[in-house]
C-alpha cells in the first residue's frame, strides 16, 4: 500500500474538516488504509497542549513559548502517530502541521521564520508533508463561516476554541499572506485550492491531484 503524508491549512473557517472528511472517504473507498488526524493534538499529549494553545482562557503564551508547545506537541504526534501510521503503508492526513506555525506565529504574530524553521530542523529533522493544500479564503469571508461555526451547535463544536477567532482581521490578512508565501515557496509540495468554491468542486480537484499522486486513478 502507498504511504502519503498530506497536510491541511487555512484560515478560520476555510472549510478544511470538511474536504478532509471527504478525501478520507474517497481514499477509503479506493480501499487505502487512511488516518485522519489534527494539530494540535493527534495523540492524548497533544490534545493538553491544544487546550493550552486555544482556549480563551488556555494563558498569555510569547510566540516563541507558544511555538514551542507546538513543537512539544508536533514530535509527540510524528512519533506516536504519523510515522507508525506511514510505515504501516497507511495515507496519514493531518488538519494542520508546521506550515500553520510558519503562517500564525511567524507571519501573524512576528516571530522570526528562521527561527521556526530551525525549530523544525532540529525537532522533526525537517520533516514535511508530501502533499499540502491550502484552503485560501478572503480573511473576512472566513471568519463569518467560522463564527457561524463556533455558534452553530450541530457541528459540536466546542464553543470556547475561539482563542485566534477573536484576533482582529489584520491578524487574520497576515495569516493569510503567509499561506500564499509558503505555497509560492515550495510549489511542489504546495496546492492553493479557492475555498470560495462549491465543496462538491474543491473535493474533486484535491482528490484528483491526490490520486495522481498516488498513481492509483
Ligand atoms: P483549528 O481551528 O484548525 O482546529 O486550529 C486550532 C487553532 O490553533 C487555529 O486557530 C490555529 C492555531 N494553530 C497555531 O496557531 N499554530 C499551529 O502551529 C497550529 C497547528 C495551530
Redesign the pocket.
Known sequence: MPALFISFEGG?GSG?TTQINKLAEALTERGLKVVTT???GGTPEGDKVRDL??QRDGGDWSPLAETLL?FAARTMHVQKTILPALENGKVVIT???TD??VS??GYGHGLNIDTIEQINSIVLDGLKPDLTFILDIDAKAGLQRSERRLASEQFGVDQT?DR?ERLDISFHEKLRQGFLEIAKNDPARCHVIDATQDVEQIAQQIEGIVTDRLEVA
Open positions: 478560520e478544511k489534527r494539530e494540535p494553545i486555544v507546538l488538519d494542520r502541521f500553520s506555525t500564525y506565529q476554541e485566534f
